[in-house]
């Protein structure tokens, strides 16, 4: 990771993780100097529990809040080498896929996770319902003066979690810190890259009416763990976020539907009633989707109707929906149930027509009722992402 800031001598570097990287480089690796013993001389002056300023300086204390805080904890190959990019193998026939996002979500924990759980994961599951299947993680860290280095790490402890059980390395960053006062404790930026098979093809111009929608879970728990945090932290609930990385079950729902699959994304920001009225615009039809079908947990309900909020426009950052052929559905269904991660998963509707050539989406209600689902006018939920 690039030194522009940064040192802390805590604890001694935990020892380095022998797993494999993903992609090997395309030529051998400069020396590392991650995992050289730090200076004495300067090693010795990091005693500080929190970041400073001096942090972000690229000099000794950010090689030691580097080589003590982030590699031991992220290193898998050849983030060691802390350069200012990685070079990986060539992809060959398939292409490559990139995707960049930042994290400002407060408060920068919740139930069921935190910033540095979120970054990887909404970076992973961007690859995964584009068809990539993930190579790598770029993660640029922006620390407020005054941050606690233990809460630093606990990010970076989670950033490995997260990145271990999508199966990626982090394999190069940045780091910056800026003045008390001026960053909200911490801001996380990552860039994703991927690689999609040769002859995959998924996107919005593949759908047509027919198609069947399956959603991957039920909707609106982790907007509502966050809102909840923050707006009635005494409030005790089960809620949990959903936070978790998709591509394993993007991987399978592909093996099961293969060229029947024509969509898949994720439902984040704008939750699912955002991400249905973008599908009917994308394609032009007639969005039903059926209320009684999609699945929304009791606890999530009962934060909804305390926050004032529909859990259907709530962002979720563990959920996608696919878009496929009719005979594909019922097979595709039972794979993304065999995963822990879509055990709730479920057909809500389908594309059709537009009767009179408006493209929209309608939620059907148990008693044959129908109400337009629209996107959402704007963010009603800031920060939660």
Same mark, same amino acid.
């Given at each position: 990771?690039?030194?522009?800031?940064?040192?802390h $001598?805590? +604890?001694p570097?935990? $020892?380095?993780?022998d797993?494999?990287p993903?992609?090997?480089?395309?030529? +051998?690796?400069?020396p590392?100097i991650a995992?050289? *013993?730090?200076?004495?001389s300067?090693?010795s002056?990091?005693?500080?529990?929190?970041i400073?300023?001096a942090h972000?300086?690229?000099?000794q204390l950010?090689?030691a809040?580097l080589?003590q805080?982030?590699?031991p904890?992220?290193?898998?190959g050849?983030?060691?080498?802390?350069?200012?990019?990685?070079?990986?193998?060539?992809?060959?026939?398939?292409?490559?896929?990139?995707t960049?996002?930042?994290?400002?979500v407060t408060?920068?924990r919740?139930?069921g996770?935190?910033?540095g759980?979120?970054a990887?994961c909404?970076t992973?599951?961007d690859?995964?319902?584009?068809g990539?299947?993930?190579q790598?993680?770029a993660l /640029?860290?922006?620390?407020?003066?005054?941050?606690?280095?233990?809460?630093?790490?606990?990010?970076i402890?989670?950033?490995a979690?997260?990145a271990?059980?999508?199966?990626?390395?982090?394999i190069?960053?940045?780091?910056k810190?800026v003045?008390r006062?001026?960053?909200d404790?911490?801001y996380?930026?990552?860039?994703?890259l991927?690689?999609? $098979?040769?002859g995959?093809e998924?996107g919005?111009?593949?759908l047509?009416?027919?198609d069947?929608?399956l959603?991957s879970?039920?909707?609106?728990?982790?907007?509502?763990a966050?809102?909840?945090?923050r707006e009635m932290?005494?409030v005790e609930s089960?809620?949990r /976020?959903?936070?978790?990385p998709l591509?394993h079950?993007?991987?399978?729902?592909?093996?099961?539907g293969?060229?029947?699959v024509?969509?898949m994304?994720?439902?984040?920001?704008g939750?699912?009633?955002?991400?249905?009225?973008?599908? *009917?615009?994308?394609?032009g039809?007639?969005?039903e989707l059926?209320?009684?079908?999609?699945?929304?947990d +009791?606890?999530?309900?009962?934060a909804a109707?305390m926050?004032g909020?529909d859990?259907?426009?709530?962002a979720?950052?563990?959920?996608?929906l696919v878009?496929?052929?009719p005979a594909?559905a019922?097979?595709?269904l039972?794979a993304?149930?065999?995963l822990?991660v879509?055990?709730?998963?479920?057909a809500?509707g389908?594309l059709?027509?537009a $009767?009179?050539g408006?493209p929209r989406?309608?939620?059907?209600?148990?008693?044959g009722?129908?109400?337009?689902?629209?996107k959402p006018?704007?963010e009603?939920l800031?920060r939660?992402?």
């Open positions: 990771m690039s030194q522009h800031n940064g040192r $001598p805590e +604890p570097a935990a $020892p380095r993780r797993e494999a993903r992609f090997e480089p395309a030529s +051998p690796s400069p590392s995992g050289s *013993a730090i200076p004495r300067y090693a002056l990091d005693r500080s529990r929190e400073s300023l972000g300086g690229g000099g950010t090689d809040l080589r805080s982030i590699v904890r992220l290193d898998r050849l983030l060691g080498s802390l350069l200012d990019s990685a070079t990986l193998a060539s992809f060959g026939r398939d292409r490559p896929a990139l960049i996002d930042g994290y400002v408060p920068w919740f139930p996770g935190n910033i759980h979120l990887v909404g992973v599951n690859l995964a319902v584009a990539a299947i993930p790598g993680i /640029s860290l922006i620390l407020e003066e005054g941050f606690p280095r233990r809460h630093l790490e606990a990010v402890e989670a950033v979690e997260a271990d059980a999508a199966g990626v390395s982090v190069t960053g940045d780091t810190v003045g006062g001026a960053g404790g911490l996380l930026v990552t860039a994703g991927g690689r999609v $098979p040769a995959r998924l919005p111009e593949r047509r009416p027919g069947v929608l959603l879970g039920a909707v609106g728990e982790h907007g509502l966050v809102m909840l945090a932290p005494e089960v809620l /976020s959903d936070c978790a591509n079950l993007a991987e399978a729902i592909l093996a099961a293969g060229q029947d024509a969509f994304r994720d439902a984040t920001r939750g699912l009633a955002g991400l249905a009225a973008d599908l *009917a615009e994308a394609s039809c007639l969005v059926e209320e009684s079908a999609i699945p929304i +009791p606890s999530a309900w009962h109707e926050l909020l859990p259907l426009e709530v979720n950052e563990g959920k996608l878009a496929l052929r594909a019922e097979r595709v039972a993304m149930r065999d822990p879509a055990a709730r998963a479920a809500i389908r059709v027509e $009767p009179d408006r989406c309608e939620l059907i209600t148990p008693v009722g129908r109400r337009v689902l629209q006018y704007g009603q800031p939660i992402c």
